[in-house]
């Protein structure tokens, strides 16, 4: 599978749930390359901006989309990578703003 | 995100070297990819760590590291000399790299 056939995928299942994947493509098909490489790297599509365990187990919170992307895209209208954003954030009705981390720093265990 | 732009020179490129900065990153990150594309615009020279791309004790040993500068331990952090900027924040950049 490549990226735009990920894009495609995923787009028709988030999408009715009123998660649009970013439109500046420069941060969205980078994104999704990475989602592809952590599934061949760790054998499951963890979030590509935070340090995975390794471990499906110890990351389940962080495999995508992640735990963490219903809060932030409620107050920040994007999860923490951009790659997920509400409509008003492609709209550009509402300031983009970088999401900080809401993960505990304890999850990281290796 | 908008598009990157390097600043008008406001530092001295040439009073920074490779050790004042340190970036923390993981090669998948796009906001890391991010940030140093924008540190490569401002001709700062910088040492990059993907932590991602570590095992074992060297692991453990830059997270910790990075744990000092940022208690999140999220991508990027960025530390140049003394200032921390976690994410990718180019006035905060800007800021740390005008100080001298």
């Known amino acids: ?110 | 995100m908008p598009e990157t732009e390097a600043p008008a020179k406001p530092f001295d490129m040439e009073a920074f070297h490779m050790n004042d900065i340190k970036v923390y990153a993981l090669s998948t990150c796009i906001h890391c990819r991010n940030a140093k594309k924008y540190l490569d615009e401002c001709g700062v020279k910088y040492e990059c760590v993907h932590v991602d791309e570590l095992t074992g004790d060297e692991r453990k040993k830059i997270v910790q590291e990075v744990k000092e500068h940022n208690p999140a331990v999220s991508f990027p952090t960025i530390v140049i000399r003394d200032k921390v900027v976690v994410g990718f924040h180019k006035d905060q950049i800007d800021e740390a790299l005008k100080e001298d």
């Open chain 1, 1 to 110: 599978m490549d990226a735009r056939q990920l894009y495609e995928m995923l787009r028709k299942v988030q999408e009715p749930k009123g998660y649009y994947f970013n439109e500046d493509m420069d941060m969205t098909m980078p994104l999704l390359e990475s989602l592809l490489t952590n599934k061949e790297r760790l054998g499951y599509m963890a979030c590509p901006c935070r340090l995975a365990n390794g471990e499906f187990e110890a990351d389940k919170d962080i495999v995508c989309p992640c735990t963490y992307r219903e809060d932030d895209v409620k107050e920040y209208g994007a999860c923490f990578c951009a790659l997920y954003v509400s409509k008003e954030y492609n709209d550009g009705t509402i300031e983009k703003q970088v999401v900080p981390e809401r993960r505990p720093p304890e999850k990281i265990l290796f």
